[in-house]
């Protein structure tokens, strides 16, 4: 079992910087890839990164990539999205994940449906 618990969402302006964090309970943390996911009222959870366990390999999605760069602490048992260069459709209530496995494909660790927790989510609002 894996409880997940973000911070850092909030209100801010276009063209500023943000960092999430995802706090991670038991000892397995290392174990498991992580994902950062996002949602919009009335849309699906989108993909925006994913890290492996060791912290060496990642995925973005595009329209992170470039602006967005994932990270994890495996001895503080956390993984960080540091969100640079942010727009206003960035604007939308980011969720952490943990997938029970190392390392896989991006079509797997874009897909919500594969992963096996989820935080509760923090809000993240970009004002003109």
């Known amino acids: 079992q894996v409880q997940l618990v973000e911070s850092g969402g909030g209100l801010v302006q276009a063209g500023d910087s943000l960092r999430l964090s995802c706090a991670a309970s038991?000892?397995?943390?290392?174990?498991?890839?992580m994902g950062w996911f996002r949602q919009t009222p009335g849309k699906d959870r989108d993909f925006v990164a994913a890290?492996?366990?060791?912290?060496?390999?990642?995925y973005y999605a595009d329209s992170a990539k470039g602006r967005f760069t994932i990270s994890r602490d495996n001895v503080k048992n956390t993984v960080y999205l540091q969100m640079n260069s942010l727009k206003l459709e960035d604007t939308a209530v980011y969720y952490c994940?943990?997938?029970?496995?190392?390392?896989?494909?991006?079509?797997?660790?874009?897909?919500?449906?594969?992963?096996?927790?989820w935080g509760q989510g923090t809000r993240v609002i970009v004002s003109s």
């Open positions: 994940a943990a997938v029970g496995l190392l390392w896989t494909n991006y079509g797997i660790l874009s897909d919500g449906g594969r992963y096996d927790y």
């Open positions: 038991g000892r397995t943390f290392s174990s498991y890839t």
């Open positions: 890290i492996g366990w060791s912290g060496g390999r990642t």
